[in-house]
């Protein structure tokens, strides 16, 4: 069995735990197994020790835009949160896949080192980052990326990937598949003047708090940009700022965002989804892509 695999291993995990607990939006039934790695090596252990069980299972970091059904998942969720080393190397630096973007963003401006100012306050982690090719203020983190080091857990070898064979393109990269699990990534960065880092940075946190709900549990934003539009002012034309199905609410500070106002499940927030895509339809003739990963 998995738990005697994992207690042999001294590696912790709980069972029947809500994700509700877990993820930012605060939606979530019950998976069969929570399990929290220390480090990369626990990580990969886990991973194969769910593929010789037969057990399904994902990768969670923060879980800032992923939601579980309300029935659950009949799986493992395997967390990389312990795993968030950060360490120098020259210009570069090097960071596990549980390291937060923002604590790595601070962590490059107090080394007066530039290029992820954009990531300071995106609430995800390395590991995610990279699989959703994550961005903010016309950044993303292939600009950054140097080199990624993954578990390929289909044919047991560790793969390292220079920026070319990440494959990164809008919200995607190699990783998306879901066959290679992320382990840790080299970013390419340039010295420079710390006060025009932290400068940076603090404009970005600004506009954020302005024009984002972070005070409401969310999975961030839901939708893909499509092209040539905001998905935002679309949604806000149409007059559904502040529209609910159950606890799910198109947020009234920004209306590419749905918050949780209490008590949302899985199906509100999937029922307010479609509701919001067959209006932008009907009306703009534009399909939106939902970037909320839903598990199930």
Do not use: W
């Not at 092209?227 to 529209?243: A, D, N, P, T």
């Not at 899985?266 to 399909?287: M, Q, T």
């Amino acid at each position: 069995m998995l738990s005697s695999l994992l207690i042999s291993s001294e590696i912790k995990f709980k069972e029947n735990e809500s994700m509700s607990l877990h993820t930012t939006m605060k939606i979530g039934g019950k998976a069969r197994y929570f399990i929290t790695p220390e480090n990369t090596k626990e990580l990969v252990f886990s991973v194969n020790a769910c593929k010789d069980e037969g057990i399904p299972f994902v990768i969670a970091g923060n879980l800032s835009n992923s939601v579980f059904s309300d029935g659950g998942y009949d799986g493992a969720v395997i967390s990389t949160l312990m795993c968030k080393g950060v360490k120098p190397m020259g210009d570069d630096i090097i960071c596990e896949c549980g390291a937060g973007l923002s604590a790595v963003a601070y962590y490059a401006y107090k080394n007066s080192l530039s290029g992820l100012e954009f990531s300071y306050g995106i609430p995800g982690t390395v590991g995610g980052a990279l699989v959703m090719n994550a961005g903010a203020y016309g950044s993303d983190i292939s600009t950054v990326a140097k080199s990624v080091e993954a578990y390929d857990h289909e044919s047991g070898k560790t793969v390292n990937f220079s920026v070319e064979d990440c494959e990164f393109s809008y919200r995607h990269s190699v990783f998306s598949s879901g066959r290679y699990v992320v382990l840790s990534a080299v970013f390419a960065l340039e010295k420079d003047c710390k006060e025009k880092i932290k400068s940076a940075m603090d404009d970005f946190t600004s506009r954020r708090k302005e024009k984002q709900p972070l005070d409401m549990p969310s999975a961030g934003s839901v939708f893909k940009r499509p092209e040539g539009r905001y998905v935002g002012q679309m949604i806000e034309e149409l007059g559904l700022k502040g529209f609910s199905v159950g606890g799910a609410c198109v947020s009234t500070k920004h209306a590419g965002f749905i918050v949780n106002n209490g008590g949302a499940t899985c199906a509100d927030l999937k029922k307010l989804i479609e509701i919001v895509k067959e209006a932008v339809y009907d009306k703009y003739s534009v399909r939106l892509e939902c970037e909320i990963k839903f598990i199930d």
